[in-house]
Each structure stands twice: as structure tokens, then as C-alpha cells.
């Protein structure tokens, strides 16, 4: 129940987010703000939320409960993301995406770990691929409430507050949860919760996790590239749509074959993915081509995001996952600070082609690094 509860979660508190997030590059153009910021705005908020994302999976191994820090990290959100409705300069657009961060950074690791702690090692890439499901599942009911809406002339600030709608609905599905205790493993104080103490051949996946993170840039850049190449502001909450209804797909079957083959192949197939959809977006020229790659696209999501997290259970031990969980969500947050200003800055001194085929390049090499990680040694039994 803990699984399905903190599935429709994310479909409710995606369907708000989804409601506002394909319209912010849009937005931000209309109170004076370009690529730089946006990469500025993804970057910075992603960051906060990455910090909050460590200490609250370090935290999360030392409480008898994680549900806490879920229900305050959802509250936080559902209070302050309709806030953007007032925004009347692109800083208070940042205050409003930080802080909404803030939110999902306490609330990530714990419900990561609510998760993989409620179910056996040999399901946990279908429970995450759940979860994942229903979280897109929110990314498409909510742009098309954004089209409906924006078709009917309502004006984006008043789609901004009606987002606030769905958040409420997050919250009460974490309260209805019924979590059961954890056994406490006491820990040695200050250098028992650093990273270093985690499994080497687990450090050496995270990093490269880390350098494909430089790579993969906000979406943002790609609903931004859209309207380059011609998507009208109305459709592009259909075109977010779209691409979700891609991932959702894509994340039931990438998580339920992650625990029937090596998981590792099913991320590579991902970044494989990645990088194709990069390349030809680079290369395109019409509207019609974006349409037809935020299609394939959908399936970098699904052969990545579940399979990595149940990676990452299966080599951490139950008293470091907490941490484990955390290191990894607050290494792809903080990456995307880097990874965001650098893809500004070469969309707007070189244009999209170089932005994106650099993006294409770094996620290659990590590629060829994460096949030679998988010759290193043997993934611990999902049984």
C-alpha cells in the first residue's frame, strides 16, 4: 500500500507542477529574461533541493519514520508553487522555483526509501517504475489541463493558481499512509554518515552517474529548442504531454526488465537514447521533428530513472540507504547548477546545435565508462 499511496502522490503533485513548469520559458520571456537565466533559474533551484536531498536521506537512517519529512516536504510545495502567479520580475520567478525545492528536497531520499524499503530486492525495479509511472502520469493529466485552460484564454498567472488545486491532493494522500516503524542501526557519530563510507564499487557508479548529469541539462532547454523551431505557446503544454505519456509508458517496462536482466544494459540503452535525440535535435528544422523525438524520448526516462534507483539498492546496505539515496538525488540536483549555466551559455554564444551536441558528447563518454564499470565486479543477489 506504501508503493500505490506514494504513486498517486506523484501524480498529484506532478499534475500541479506540470501545470506551470512547460509554461516558465514562456513566461520568463514576457517579464524580460533569456536562456542564461533559465539555465540560472533549473540550476539554482536544483541545487537546493540536491543539498536538502543528502542531509534528508542522512537524516532519514536515524528516524524511526520517514514520513514526517515526506508530508513536510509536499506541504511546503503545495503552499509556495502557485506563488509564481505574482511574479512580476524574473528573480521573484527564482525565489518561488528555490523554494519550491526546498520542498522536494526534504521529501525525495525519505520517499525513495520508503519505497525500497517496502518492498522484496527482487521487486524493486517494478515498485520504482510504479512510482515513476504515476509521477508521469501527473506530467500528462496536467498540461493538458494547462491546454485547456490557456485555449480558453485563461491567462497563465491564473493557470499558476489553480496548480495549487492538485498539491493539496499530494499532501493528503501522504497523510493517509500508514507507516510502520523501522529498527534504528545506531550509527558511529560525525564520519560514519559520510559518503566515503559507502561501497567503492557504489562510488564508482555514482560518479559516473555524476558525469552523465553534466550532460543532461533541465528539459527546459528542449521545450525552449521547440519553440526555436516553431511550437506555438499553446501547444507546448501538449508537447510536455506527450513526452510524458512517453515516459509513463517506458517507466512500467524499464522497471519491471530491470529485474529480469542486468540493470546496468538498460541504462546504457538509455543513454543511448539520450544521445540520438540530442543529436537530431541539433540537426532539426521543423516542428514536426521535435514532435516525433519527445516521442523516442520518453525512453531514456524509463530505461533510467527506476533502473538506476534500483541499482543503487542493490549495492547499498539497508543501514547506508538513506545516505546512499541521498548522495545520488543531491549529486544529479547539484550537477544540474553546472550543467545548466554551461548549456546556457553555449545556446546563447553558440546557439542550440552546439549546446546540444555538447550534451550529446559528455553522456557518450560516460557510456563507454559505465560498460567498463560493469566488467569491475558482480551486482549483489535480488532474491
Known amino acids: ?179 510502520a516503524p523501522v529498527t534504528l542501526v545506531v550509527a558511529k557519530p560525525s564520519f560514519e554518515g559520510s559518503p566515503l563510507t559507502l561501497p567503492p564499487r557504489l562510488k564508482g557508479l555514482l560518479g559516473i552517474f555524476l558525469l552523465f548529469a553534466i550532460a543532461n541539462s533541465s528539459d527546459a532547454f528542449l521545450l525552449l529548442r521547440a519553440k526555436e523551431l516553431g511550437v506555438t505557446d499553446a501547444l507546448l503544454p501538449v508537447l510536455w504531454c506527450l513526452l510524458n505519456i512517453s515516459k509513463m509508458a517506458w517507466s512500467v517496462l524499464g522497471g519491471a526488465w530491470s529485474d529480469r536482466v542486468p540493470r546496468h544494459r538498460l541504462v546504457l540503452a538509455g543513454w543511448a537514447i539520450y544521445v540520438l535525440t540530442y543529436l537530431l535535435l541539433g540537426l532539426a528544422t521543423a516542428a514536426w521533428h521535435v514532435w516525433a523525438l519527445f516521442l523516442v524520448y520518453g525512453a531514456f526516462y524509463g530505461f533510467t530513472e527506476p533502473v538506476e534507483k534500483a541499482l543503487i539498492r542493490d549495492l547499498a546496505p539497508e543501514a547506508m540507504r538513506g545516505r546512499a539515496f541521498g548522495l545520488y538525488n543531491a549529486m544529479l540536483g547539484l550537477s544540474s547548477v553546472p550543467a545548466g549555466l554551461l548549456t546556457g551559455a553555449l545556446w546563447q554564444g553558440f546557439g542550440a546545435t552546439t549546446a546540444l551536441w555538447f550534451g550529446a558528447a559528455v553522456a557518450l563518454i560516460a557510456s563507454f565508462l559505465l560498460a567498463i564499470w560493469s566488467r569491475g565486479g558482480v551486482t549483489p543477489s535480488r532474491a
Open 1 to 179: 500500500m506504501t508503493v500505490i499511496a506514494l504513486g498517486f502522490t506523484s501524480m498529484f503533485n506532478d499534475i500541479g507542477s506540470e501545470m506551470v513548469f512547460p509554461l516558465l520559458p514562456a513566461f520568463l520571456l514576457t517579464i524580460g529574461a533569456g536562456p542564461t537565466f533559465l539555465g540560472l533559474l533549473e540550476g539554482a533551484a536544483d541545487a537546493t533541493g540536491a543539498l536538502l536531498k543528502y542531509f534528508s536521506g542522512s537524516w532519514s537512517d536515524r528516524m524511526s519514520k520517514r514520513k514526517p519529512l515526506v508530508l513536510f516536504g509536499y506541504s511546503v510545495t503545495a503552499v509556495v508553487r502557485p506563488l509564481v502567479a505574482l511574479a512580476v520580475a524574473p528573480w521573484q520567478v527564482l525565489a518561488v522555483r528555490v523554494t519550491d525545492r526546498v520542498g522536494k528536497g526534504v521529501r525525495g531520499t525519505p520517499r525513495d526509501v520508503m519505497i525500497a524499503s517496502s518492498v522484496e530486492a527482487s521487486e524493486t525495479g517494478r515498485a520504482f517504475g510504479f512510482q515513476n509511472a504515476l509521477d508521469h502520469a501527473g506530467a500528462v493529466i496536467g498540461p493538458i489541463i494547462a491546454f485547456a485552460l490557456l485555449s480558453a484564454n485563461v491567462p497563465f498567472r491564473s493557470v499558476f493558481w489553480l496548480a495549487a488545486i492538485p498539491g493539496v491532493f499530494a499532501v493528503v494522500c501522504v497523510a493517509l499512509i500508514r507507516e
